[in-house]
């Protein structure tokens, strides 16, 4: 199967602070990757590299067979095209409505002009994550849960190739966490992409991951299906399951 | 890693700042300039800060009437008032400070705002879907304060002239027409060009020092209040300068 995301011994440090000391990961196609690890442990410094929000220090990160470090302003911005990135806090555009979030990637990344079109894509992703009633409203009259799902349209819209989550579930109850994390598995049914997750969630990891990696002190320490990490003869990694 | 020297962080920031400033000039020109955002920031800054300039300007030119007019009557010099606050208004106190309370109210909304939309990842959420913050956000609101802070000092100007008339009249009697005709025939363009072009780059000032504090303050929460407070110190500092720079300029053309 096609490898759509390939690191070799990537490092990124902060002045003196290393982050990341030496990571290697594959993805491939379709793939959900899970990357578990405690608060520090560089997760989220991964994937804004794979995004191209950070640049390494050392090693090699190719994203669809391109290094990013060496790739020209626009030609960070094509690639980008094909990525969709859920933050944390969702990030959603906070002076504009639902709708004009949705439509600020479709005029700006895919140059759509066609209105009818316009609309029809904002309602098939708002419906994809059952917020069909919420397009006129603004980012501030939503709940926390309803956030990650606008975020998570607003990902969707312009249908990316691989979705990388930064810690979707984090601040939202157990019930919206799971509800999150099965949607999360259903795009990814429904629209073939592949997705790094990185979360300390563990019934999130359980429901969406193909692979989970743990990662601790800036280097991948386990690797595995979730039942193989879970019942890992090694306390360390089982502790991340209990 | 080595601590910098307090000359060496200077130099970085000043490094940095030319480094922003030649990315607002590249995306000034490249495809997809975005029009729809120039107009609605047009209108937050210049409408939404015609009530401040209006008023400003008004007592501006009551306050200098009332304060030379006993001076000017003891050398039997009144008849002189029109002319004297329309030049010093037109020339210099106008635009200084239209220039400082814009950057009171404007550089400081635009430095919070910004610094936020860094603070809540809204700046990496644009860059990651492949659309061009420098573009939509930095380009939009530094062309609409070079363009409406002139509006908006000619504007005051108007309503210092208007105030310093009101003034005038109740207190000598003048007439409209007498005052505005003194106003207005002692101006030449050697008053007004300086004074519009100084306004423009006032604007630009304003504008890009919101946008690059904004874009620079991004550690947390409290990070918001300093990007606002140091884009009015900052931004306040550089009018003087400029002030200063385009007066000797000025003059060293006009009248030399």
Partial sequence: MEVVIEIKNLKKSFGDIGILKGINLTVKKGENVVILGKSGS??????????????QDEGSLKVFGEEIKDLKEDELKALRCRIGFLFQSAALYDSMTVRDNLIFPLKRVLKIKDNALIESRCIEVLEAVGLADAIDKMPSDLSGGMRKRMGLARTLIVKPEIILYDEPTTGLDTITSKEISNLMLQIQKKYQATSVIITHDIPCSSIT??????????????????????????????SFFK | MQKQLPFTKS?????????????FFRNIFKKGFEWDELFRQSYIIGYKSIGITTLTGFILGIVMTLQSLPTLKEFGAAS??????????????????IALICAGKIASSIGAELSSMNVTEQIDAMKVSGANPIQFLVVTRILACAVMIPLLTIFADAMALVGGYIAAAMNG?????????????????????????????????????????????????????????SAVVTSSIWIIIIDGIVVQLTNSILYT
Wanted: aromatic share 12%.
């Fill in chain 1, 209 to 238: 991951a193909d692979r989970v990696l743990i990662i601790d002190d800036g280097v991948f320490i386990a690797e595995g299906t979730h039942e193989e990490l879970e019942n890992s003869q090694d306390d360390y990694i089982r």
């Fill in chain 2, 80 to 97: 002189y008032i029109p002319s004297m606050v329309s030049v010093s208004i037109i020339r210099e106190i106008g635009p200084v400070i």
């Fill in chain 1, 42 to 55: 560089g997760k989220s410094v991964t994937i804004k590299c794979i995004a191209g929000l950070l640049t």
């Fill in chain 2, 173 to 229: 009697g003048i007439t409209m027409t007498l005052y505005f005709h003194k106003a207005l025939t002692i101006l030449d363009y050697t008053d007004v060009v300086p004074a519009f072009i100084k306004t423009i780059l006032f604007g630009i000032s304003i504008g890009f020092i919101g946008c690059f504090k904004g874009f620079t303050y991004n550690n947390g929460t409290a990070s918001v209040g300093l990007a606002a407070n």
């Fill in chain 2, 11 to 23: 130099l970085v920031a000043v490094a940095d700042q030319a480094y922003f400033f030649q990315s």
